[in-house]
């Protein structure tokens, strides 16, 4: 069964870090786009990063390039979010996502979210 699971989230300063990880069973990240999306009390989900696996391309949301790095390890079949100078208004839950067409669009599996919370 596909399964992806985040972690790594929990409680930071304004200023701070965090690294997000998300790993995944039941297929080999090879085959697929990962994406992290976020989303905050009373706001829509939105797109953070995404990464093909296939060739390492990567993707930002225009409000996380320079902060957020999105990186993988296909041996471990994990992908990493790297989130550096965080904000209040990044606060929110943190999901990652894979797309079976490699397009970081359609996402198929789902994890259940990690939450990340910045104090100010």
């Known amino acids: 069964e596909v399964q992806l699971v985040e972690s790594g989230g929990g409680l930071v300063q304004a200023g701070g870090s965090l690294r997000l990880s998300c790993a995944a069973s039941?297929?080999?990240?090879?085959?697929?786009?990962i994406g992290w999306f976020r989303q905050a009390p009373g706001k829509e989900r939105e797109g953070v990063s995404c990464?093909?696996?296939?060739?390492?391309?990567?993707y930002y949301a225009a409000s996380m390039k320079g902060r957020f790095t999105i990186s993988s390890d296909n041996a471990k079949n994990t992908v990493y979010l790297q989130m550096s100078s965080l904000k209040p208004e990044d606060t929110a839950v943190y999901y990652c996502?894979?797309?079976?067409?490699?397009?970081?669009?359609?996402?198929?599996?789902w994890g259940q979210g990690t939450q990340v919370t910045v104090s100010s």
């Open positions: 990464i093909t696996s296939s060739d390492g391309s990567t």
């Open positions: 996502a894979a797309d079976l067409g490699r397009t970081c669009h359609g996402y198929d599996y």
């Open positions: 039941g297929f080999t990240f090879d085959d697929y786009a």
